[in-house]
């Protein structure tokens, strides 16, 4: 239940910082989770228990890092004095908060070719030991204390490879979803945003004061059809891909590029001044014009394009898409391989 609560409170993007009420939420999971299991221990004599409580730590160690483990070990380590202040538990609690700070140095610094699954077991035993010590010390039966480890070891080692892979799937149905919902986002030739993130991203900046001024570049490859014809659509594939290059190498934000048509594409600039615009317009129509595409078996292309750019400093991005789209034509039917604008 924990692992499954704990990957769900996770945002769904692929780059997330947890937020402070979710880094509460995971801990007060952990704490009811260990408090349940620890609810159920196993008595032994001389007032010692055992139970499973450290699984929980080993997959915070290993999964969230110290920043979860460490304040997790030190109030599972109190909450065992909840069932009495005793020799036992007072080991019990010296030997958990001690491992906890161990186990996130060892995280560290294990080199990243040991399995996860084996670097999960090998903390587990360290956890199982720890135990059996505490054990030996409280009885003084040698016997009696290897029997309870090996069967200690054999349940809790059995429990963790059973976890690790409950969990294991849950990430890799998380990251399937997270994949596809990114290809949805997508141009599959470009890799650039596609029409669907376009019309979305203008929607939220139509709502976000924080922009004074928005603008639309929209760039169309001269004379396309004639590539395509000439050269084929492969190499037409070609010259859309490096222009999409090109257009990540120049623009300000590369997450605010977008091929919104067959050899049509736009940026979206935010609280840009007229001569930037200016200068990043006429920057990439220059770039573009500089030098040939390559095309297949050594062969390459002139190519061109033509921009479109408008500006507003009010929220009718409808009528900016217009008017970008207006300066297009009109760069195209001036002649091509021009910047025409309107700027606010």
């Not at 997270?178 to 997508?186: G, I, P, S, T």
């Not at 290059?245 to 050899?263: C, F, K, S």
């Amino acid at each position: 239940m924990m692992s499954y609560l704990g990957i769900k409170l996770i945002p769904n993007e692929k780059n997330f910082i947890l937020t402070r009420q979710q880094k509460l939420l995971i801990f007060l999971f952990a704490g009811l989770t260990s408090f349940i299991v620890m609810s159920f221990s196993v008595n032994l004599p001389e007032n010692m228990k055992v139970d499973l409580r450290h699984v929980i730590i080993i997959f915070l160690v290993h999964y969230f890092g110290p920043t979860f483990s460490i304040p997790i070990t030190i109030f599972v380590s109190i909450l065992r004095l909840y069932w009495g202040v005793n020799q036992a538990s007072v080991l019990s609690a010296m030997a958990y908060i001690l491992i906890g700070v161990v186990l996130p140095l060892l995280n560290k610094h294990l080199p990243d070719f040991i399995n996860k699954c084996v670097t999960l077991i090998m903390y587990n035993t360290l956890f199982v030991i720890a135990s059996g010590f505490n054990m030996y010390y409280l009885t003084g039966n040698i016997l009696f204390s290897l029997n309870v480890f090996f069967l200690f070891l054999l349940v809790s080692t059995i429990v963790v490879v059973l976890e690790k892979l409950f969990v294991d799937d849950m990430i890799r149905n998380r990251q399937m979803y997270l994949n596809e919902k990114e290809y949805a986002k997508r141009d599959y030739l470009t890799g650039l945003l596609n029409m669907r993130e376009f019309n979305k991203q203008w929607q939220l900046n139509q709502k976000n004061d924080a922009y004074y001024t928005t603008a639309f570049l929209m760039i169309d490859i001269d004379h396309f059809k004639q590539i395509n014809d000439t050269y084929g659509h492969p190499n037409g594939n070609l010259v859309l891909q490096q222009l999409a290059m090109i257009l990540r190498i120049n623009a300000p934000d590369t997450e605010q590029i977008y091929r919104i048509g067959g050899e049509e594409f736009c940026l979206i600039l935010t609280n840009c001044t007229a001569n930037e615009l200016n200068d990043l317009a006429e920057k990439v129509r220059a770039v573009v014009a500089s030098k040939p595409f390559k095309l297949e078996e050594d062969n390459s292309v002139e190519v061109t394009v033509s921009i479109g750019l408008a500006s507003t400093r009010n929220k009718d991005l409808k009528k900016l898409y217009r008017s970008a789209d207006r300066c297009l034509y009109q760069a195209k039917d001036q002649g091509r391989n021009r910047v025409v604008a309107l700027l606010a």
